[in-house]
């Protein structure tokens, strides 16, 4: 059964720079899937940010895009997210989740998801 | 960018009852990418519906899915007491892009 597990820090500073990690378990992060990072706000909806293949292609929510990258690590079976110049708005629980399988065009497999507070 | 618009925020409704969630596109959706999402407080969302009328693994024939075009809808037949949750609709567009409507609370009456 894949696990997908969320890592980083819960705090980051204004204007500073997000990083989490998503570690995969029970599958191997160079499969025929696309990997994602969705985010809620406190209270809110969710919000698609990006997604990463093995290959190390992208595709990006255009509202983020000049702000976000995301990498592969597939000696480590990871991939991780940064975000960077964030402020109060970026406040949210972020999830990382699998587009693939059967279900192509939803997110079958997610992790827990991990709160990130942006505040000094 | 497609945006989806669930109706109605709020449904309030008895267990037993039958439930149906409507989700709207402002333009239209191929039936492959449309799927519907169960979210419980404090847990990450899980997959229900996928390809606009398919069940995920695992679950209950209770769920289903239909519509095509703009108009979808997810229908629970005889709500359980664990079935009182938000639900999302979401597509996959050809950008990509992946969007999410706004949720529907369904809450016991």
């Known amino acids: 059964q894949l696990q997908l597990q969320e890592s980083g820090p819960g705090l980051v500073n204004p204007s500073g720079t997000l990083s989490l990690t998503c570690a995969v378990s029970g599958g191997s992060i160079s499969s025929s899937d696309w990997w994602s990072w969705v985010r809620q706000p406190p209270g809110k909806g969710l919000e698609w940010m990006g997604e990463v293949y093995h290959d190390g292609r992208t595709n990006f929510n255009p509202s983020l895009k000049s702000r976000i990258t995301m990498s592969v690590d597939k000696s480590k079976n990871h991939f991780s997210l940064k975000l960077t110049s964030v402020t109060a708005a970026d406040t949210a629980v972020y999830y990382c989740?699998?587009?693939?399988?059967?279900?192509?065009?939803?997110?079958?497999?997610w992790g827990q998801g991990t709160m990130v507070t942006v505040s000094s | 960018e497609i945006v989806l618009t669930q109706s109605p925020g709020t449904l309030s409704l008895s267990p037993g009852e039958r439930a149906t969630l409507s989700c709207r596109a402002s333009?239209?959706?191929?039936?492959?990418?449309l799927a519907w999402y169960q979210q419980k407080p404090g847990q990450a969302p899980r997959l229900l519906i996928y390809?606009?009328?398919n069940r995920a693994t695992g679950i209950p024939d209770r769920f289903s899915g239909s519509g095509s075009g703009t108009d979808f809808t997810l229908t629970i037949s005889g709500l359980e007491p664990e079935d009182f949750a938000v639900y999302y609709c979401?597509?996959?567009?050809?950008?990509?892009?992946?969007?999410f409507g706004q949720g529907t609370k369904l809450e016991i009456k």
């Open positions: 989740a699998r587009d693939g399988g059967v279900a192509l065009g939803a997110f079958d497999f």
């Open positions: 979401q597509q996959y567009g050809s950008s990509p892009e992946y969007t």
């Open positions: 390809g606009t009328s």
């Open positions: 333009q239209s959706v191929s039936s492959s990418y």
